[in-house]
């Protein structure tokens, strides 16, 4: 049992099956069946153009800094963004830009702030190309259609390119009730992933324009991320987009059964305001190591982050299974 997050979960007993067969091709040519059918899908899904395929969230988020900028270029990011603080510093190391950080007012820009954020054109500034947004945002929350709207129209009137990092978009389509291009809607470009809660062992997509995607290809290639015969891994994707996606509510409906579950433990405090999708965040009164306990009784979670706890549902999580950690936590905690 393994709560520590999404990405834990194995490829389903389909996404092996379609592995055997899938039609494969080098990608570097250009020519793997796979790998299109997955990117026009991707793309079509997401209402724009094209996509690319690549190996991880990251790196395409990565990929879409360094397609979108220039050298010397600074970009405008939340300062509890992934980018921000789960990338290594790589926006300075592989794009030479330098981040602006915004305040965050629980994953979304402050509109006041926001402005006077974008450097005014004078020869003593870098350029601000571009600006992120995370939708649904690390913190649980998603973020909605309006506050994106918002955004994107400000860094449009200052001329700047717009990156969502949508690692759970999918999640956050559903979260919210709207279709997937319509959150992409507010954006230039998406990265979307399909090993977080789609199950899929590996991979992610940048999706944009055509001409922009032609021009993040040969950056792909720069970064080593170039793949030969890769429709064996886009055959997995295309499993999570057919069978995985259309189930992702009941991992949103087994968070909340495990937060009202949790919330019978009196020492457990629940942030029912950041409970949008797959993840149940709380703190404890106690000064008890959860990790460790639960781990003694083969129960995976991750330790206490900023003070805080958080528990994420995936394919592989049944009731059964929260109801065993529930019982566990009554031991350590009652
Ligand atoms: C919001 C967000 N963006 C990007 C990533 C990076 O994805 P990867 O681990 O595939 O590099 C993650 C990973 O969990 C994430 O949560």
């Known amino acids: 049992m393994d709560f520590r997050s999404d990405t834990v979960t194995r490829p389903t007993q389909s996404m092996r099956e379609a592995m055997l067969t899938?039609?494969?091709?080098?990608d570097v040519y250009d020519d793997d069946p796979s790998v299109h059918e997955l990117q026009d899908r991707v793309a079509h899904l997401l209402g724009k153009e094209a996509a690319l395929f690549v190996p991880s969230g990251t790196?395409?988020?990565?990929?879409?800094?360094?397609?979108?900028t220039q050298p010397g270029d600074e970009i405008l990011v939340?300062?509890?963004?992934?980018?921000?603080?789960?990338?290594?510093?790589?926006?300075?190391?592989?794009?030479?830009?330098?981040m602006r950080l915004a305040k965050s007012i629980d994953g979304t820009y402050d509109l006041e702030e926001l402005p006077s954020l974008f450097r005014e054109k004078d020869i003593h500034h870098p350029r601000t190309s571009l600006?992120?947004?995370?939708?649904?945002?690390?913190?649980?929350?998603?973020?909605?259609?309006?506050?994106?709207?918002?955004?994107?129209?400000?860094?449009?009137?200052?001329?700047?390119?717009?990156?969502?990092?949508g690692a759970r978009l999918f999640n956050a389509a559903l979260s919210l009730e709207v279709e997937p291009h319509e959150l992409a809607a507010y954006t230039d470009t998406v990265s979307v992933c399909l090993?977080?809660?789609?199950?899929?062992?590996?991979?992610?997509?940048?999706?944009?324009?055509?001409?922009?995607?032609?021009?993040?290809?040969?950056?792909?290639k720069i970064m080593g991320g170039g793949m030969r015969q890769v429709g064996i891994l886009a055959a997995c994707g295309l499993v999570a987009l057919d069978e995985v996606l259309p189930r992702?509510?009941?991992?949103?409906?087994?968070?909340?059964?495990?937060?009202?579950?949790?919330?019978?433990?009196?020492?457990?405090?629940?942030?029912?305001?950041?409970?949008?999708?797959?993840?149940?965040?709380?703190?404890?009164?106690?000064?008890?190591?959860?990790?460790?306990?639960l781990g003694e009784r083969g129960i995976l979670v991750n330790p206490l982050d900023l003070g805080e706890y958080r528990f994420v549902t995936h394919i592989d999580t049944t009731k059964e299974d929260i109801d065993r950690l529930i019982l566990?936590?009554?031991e350590i905690l009652l």
């Open 22 to 26: 899938a039609m494969v091709g080098d």
């Open 59 to 68: 790196f395409s988020n990565q990929l879409a800094i360094m397609t979108h």
């Open 78 to 98: 939340l300062e509890d963004a992934h980018i921000f603080l789960h990338e290594a510093g790589a926006p300075g190391l592989l794009s030479g830009v330098n």
């Open 131 to 165: 600006l992120c947004m995370e939708n649904a945002h690390g913190n649980g929350r998603v973020i909605s259609l309006d506050s994106m709207k918002d955004v994107y129209e400000i860094a449009k009137e200052k001329g700047a390119m717009v990156h969502l990092d």
């Open 195 to 220: 090993s977080k809660g789609l199950a899929a062992p590996i991979g992610s997509l940048l999706v944009g324009s055509k001409d922009f995607i032609e021009k993040a290809r040969i950056y792909r």
């Open 248 to 293: 992702l509510e009941e991992d949103h409906q087994n968070a909340r059964y495990l937060a009202l579950s949790l919330d019978e433990i009196p020492s457990v405090h629940i942030a029912w305001d950041r409970l949008d999708l797959n993840m149940v965040f709380f703190t404890l009164d106690e000064d008890i190591d959860l990790a460790e306990e």
């Open 328 to 330: 566990a936590m009554k």
